[in-house]
């Protein structure tokens, strides 16, 4: 019997104003049925591409160039009229996308993107439709299917509405399915129920998989083959216990090397990136922390309540007052939370999303005042009324290219709160700055650049640096590694690491990935609805968890059936 | 749903108000009707007893009460130049802007919506170009002079079509209609054409613009991804995911339009509230003015209020969120 799919020497290019950009250039590789193939590499390596040139979805200026061969199924796609393509896609090929969110039109009912979907390759009645609407929901165990289907997506959580977009892609029942990074936006808990949803699925369908992800650790528990891709080229492929047990390729070694997961917890992570962007240089730093005596409690918070309450106007108060209207639900974020930090501790903060770790991260920042409670540095409250008070604790947010103003240069971010802080005067602005972007190992000639110029980790040290010149003590880290490549988030938890031991910094790490925190942090505290529901030393935690959520937790990070950990060549 | 009605219907009567206030006191400003009603050579007993006569001796607060108090029992009062009801006088002249304008704005949306979404599709095609330099002209080029264009092309050079005038009407419900006949498509058609080019224009680029970001989403990836004709994604997604910002401003067009058609109007010597209104400014008539500005206002505030209805049609996440 042939291949399913039979790529051979695959060349997707973009052809711009500044040249051809070659995103994917000249790949093969072949897929049997039934079988589960990941594709692995970093951004930019041209691993979506890949999955948009299977099914015929390259827009404009990128074009599938001549020479290239996709055979699926014995007929060759490329060249092949766009109306037959149609006829294909959906039918015998069909995708799932990242963004559960994005994906689903918010305007159109679920019932008629279904029908939609159907009616594109086979007529079919309303009641057909509906019919068939209903099982396709219940077949991605959506609770009550009868009655979600006349639903919108809004009304859908995130991982529901994952759900909904795999179901619309198994309508048809096709030979193969093409996932791009489905559960990268999804909780830890419901990337682990929707890994084993669709892994159980596709086989009982017997239906072909490619798994497009970054994260070497999903692949590995749902694909049995591997594809590494870098730069438009795979470096290496084969089973998937072959590549991850005995890596051919350096690039392969390299991700291996860089995932938390594979190192003991507080050990440097071997990073490519971190060598690529040179040494860090310390000299000349300054900083309150530095030298400051132990404090086993130096950033306290106790009894912290957040209540968020939509303001009622003047008419729907009185509405309330008779009756017609219902009083606004007050939100409870944070519940009655209590926690210590010790001088030069990192703590690590875990939750799901809507947890209320990020307004706990704020509240003990100062951004957000707490409704209740108190929130002390070194004994000092951290608000005065309204307001923040000093500048000992700094922030870090998730997302790089959004903390940076895109119309000032590095150097005017970076010296902006130092000189209105009296850090330095303006005249000494650059010296200073240079200072602590090189703490941060970014050249200091880049510094008269824009953000849009710079990589994602190149962002997240520039935010750090821009933290760090305040001269922080405390420093609030909410998800800054959560949008980086693994070789680009093993560089920044280094140098977290690196400046927590030189510059006697405290951190608090928020993440939702356990197992970065288990590398970086020494205590861990977990949260759920707002409540801290489990506190404890990181092996304590990571070890011998006592609540069930957090142990549910724990059993969700994606994991390959043998241990990844016990792979010999570190 | 309910109380979000209550609330806007509460906040459109403080506009109203406001309104009422600003128009009433911006009226008195701008000239005394006195001058222009009065004979220079009439007697002070004769001034004396029209000035009481129209009440305007009185404080002006005292005349903006008298107004609210007959505003109130649906009295809008007499006009100074007509000497009739303000009310029957503004009905008179209604049906002929409303029909112009809706004709206009209507014949504006049908053309110019998918016209802009297929400049949005396919915004590199030759046609797509033609399109988008084409609505350029029709924001940029005056309503007047493509007003007298239109007249001198198609009534004088081409004498096919009439350049003014209402033409035959026939009467639905007791009010005279053009669109019912013939004759009188033929003298709508320059009117219209000339008032809804603008408006076109604008759906045009607005539906383009739309059209352009929405087929970059992964909605439409996904769509295109199942399989689904381009045909149909363009009807069933695209047309109901642009269609907010578009419905808002076919609500303010058709407000502004409804209350300044008036160059248009003027041109095609079109019997409308336009000519009425300037009319009434050059010979100062008071109770015209006020009563049209407050008409205005009024429909200002039930369209929005009718296009924000529209959004919760639209938009089902405003349909939930406001529970």
């Known amino acids: 019997m042939t291949h399913l799919l039979n790529v051979r020497d695959l060349r997707t290019w973009f052809h711009t104003d500044r040249g051809i950009v070659r995103s994917v250039d000249g790949i093969s590789f072949t897929l049997e049925r039934g079988e589960v193939m990941g594709l692995v590499g970093e951004s930019g390596s041209g691993k979506s591409i890949t999955g948009f040139s299977l099914i015929g979805l390259i827009d404009r200026p990128g074009r599938i160039e001549d020479g290239s061969s996709i055979r699926f199924d014995g007929r060759e796609l490329v060249g092949m009229e766009e109306r037959q393509l149609r006829r294909i896609r959906g039918k015998d090929i069909s995708m799932v996308f990242q963004d559960p969110m994005m994906t689903l039109n918010p305007v159109v009912k679920i019932i008629d993107q279904i029908g939609m979907a159907i009616r594109a390759h086979e007529p079919a009645s309303d009641a057909e439709v509906r019919r068939r609407a209903v099982e396709a929901l219940a077949r991605v165990r959506i609770v009550d299917p009868a009655h979600k289907v006349d639903q919108y997506p809004h009304e859908f959580s995130g991982g529901m509405r994952q759900r909904v977009a795999i179901a619309i892609a198994l309508l048809h029942r096709p030979r193969l399915v093409i996932a791009d990074e489905p559960t990268t936006a999804l909780d830890v808990s419901v990337q682990a129920e929707i890994l084993k949803e669709v892994k159980s699925l596709v086989a009982e369908m017997g239906t072909s998989l490619i798994w497009i992800s970054h994260d070497l650790a999903t692949v590995s528990s749902i694909a049995d083959s591997i594809a590494v891709m870098r730069r438009g080229k795979i470096v290496e492929a084969g089973p998937v216990r072959r590549v991850l047990e005995t890596p051919e390729h350096p690039y392969t070694q390299g991700l291996l090397d860089a995932l938390p997961s594979r190192s003991r917890p507080g050990e440097l992570l071997a990073s490519n990136a971190t060598e690529a962007a040179g040494k860090m240089d310390f000299s000349g730093l300054g900083g309150a922390a530095i030298g400051a005596p132990p404090d086993p409690a130096f950033v306290e918070a106790r009894g912290v309540d957040k209540i968020f309450l939509a303001q009622a106007g003047a008419l729907r108060r009185f509405a309330i007052r008779c009756g017609l209207a219902r009083p606004p639900v007050p939100v409870r974020a944070v519940s009655s939370a209590s926690l210590t930090i010790a001088r030069g501790e990192i703590l690590g903060l875990v939750g799901e999303s809507g947890s209320g770790k990020s307004t706990l991260g704020r509240i003990l920042c100062g951004i957000t005042p707490p409704t209740d409670g108190r929130v002390t540095v070194g004994g000092a409250p951290v608000m005065d009324g309204n307001r923040k008070h000093g500048t000992k604790v700094q922030m870090i947010f998730q997302d790089p290219f959004a903390s940076l103003d895109p119309r000032r240069t590095i150097f005017q971010s970076v010296a902006e709160g130092p000189v209105v802080h009296g850090f330095c005067t303006r005249g000494e602005a650059r010296a200073y700055v240079d200072r602590w972007l090189r703490a941060v190992a970014f050249d200091p000639a880049l510094a008269d650049r824009y953000p849009h110029q710079f990589s994602g980790g190149q962002r997240q040290r520039i935010a750090i640096a821009r933290a760090l010149a305040m001269q922080p003590e405390v420093i609030i880290c909410d998800e800054p590694v959560a949008s980086l490549d693994v070789s680009i988030q093993a560089q920044v938890i280094n140098l977290l690491m690196e400046l927590r031991r030189h510059l006697n910094l405290t951190l608090l790490f928020i993440s939702h990935d356990l197992s970065v925190v288990h590398h970086l942090c020494d205590r861990v505290i977990v949260m759920r609805h707002g409540e801290i529901i489990e506190e404890g030393s990181a092996a304590q935690i990571f070890g011998a968890p006592k609540e069930a959520y957090t142990r549910m937790l724990l059993e969700a990070i994606p994991r390959p059936g043998f241990d990844i950990a016990r792979v010999p060549g570190i | ?323």
């Not at chain 2, 096919?160 to 669109?179: C, D, K, W, Y």
């Open chain 2, 1 to 323: 749903m309910a109380s979000f009605i209550i609330r806007r219907l509460g906040q459109a009567l403080v506009v109203l108000l406001v309104m009422s206030m600003l128009v009433f006191a911006g009226v008195f400003v701008i000239g005394n009707p006195v001058d222009v009603l009065i004979s220079p050579d009439a007697t002070q007993e004769i001034r004396r007893q029209v000035i009481a006569q129209y009440g305007l001796d009185l404080p002006l607060w005292d005349q903006y009460l008298h107004f609210l108090r007959r505003l109130l029992s649906g009295d809008l009062g007499t006009s100074f130049v007509f000497n009739m009801q303000v009310g029957t006088l503004i009905a008179q002249k209604l049906p002929a802007t409303l029909e112009l304008t809706l004709i206009a704005v209507l014949f504006a949306s049908a053309v110019g919506v998918p016209l802009g979404i297929y400049a949005g599709y396919r915004p590199d095609s030759i046609a797509a170009r033609v399109i988008m330099a084409v609505s350029v002209l029709g924001f940029s080029v005056p309503t007047f002079w493509i007003g007298l264009m239109l007249i001198m092309v198609f009534a004088v050079q081409l004498g096919i079509l009439p350049a003014g005038g209402r033409g035959e009407t026939r009467t639905l419900f007791g009010v005279p209609f053009s669109f019912l006949t013939a004759d009188g498509w033929a003298h709508l058609i320059l009117p219209a054409l000339n008032l809804s080019l603008f408006k076109m224009s604008m759906m045009c680029r607005l539906a383009a613009s739309g059209t352009r970001e929405v087929m970059l989403t992964d909605t439409i990836k996904f769509a295109r991804a199942a399989g689904i004709s381009e045909a149909t994604i363009l009807r069933r997604h695209v047309l109901k995911l642009i269609s907010i910002p578009l419905v808002t401003v076919f609500g303010l067009e058709l407000g502004s339009t409804l209350a300044f058609a008036l160059v248009t109007e003027t041109i095609f010597s079109w019997p409308g509230l336009g000519k009425l209104i300037v009319d009434s400014i050059t010979s100062l008539d008071r109770p015209v003015m006020v009563a049209y500005l407050m008409l205005v206002s009024a429909l200002f505030v039930v369209i929005n209020l009718c296009v924000d209805l529209a959004y919760v049609v639209l938009d089902p996440r405003l349909r939930h969120g406001r529970r």
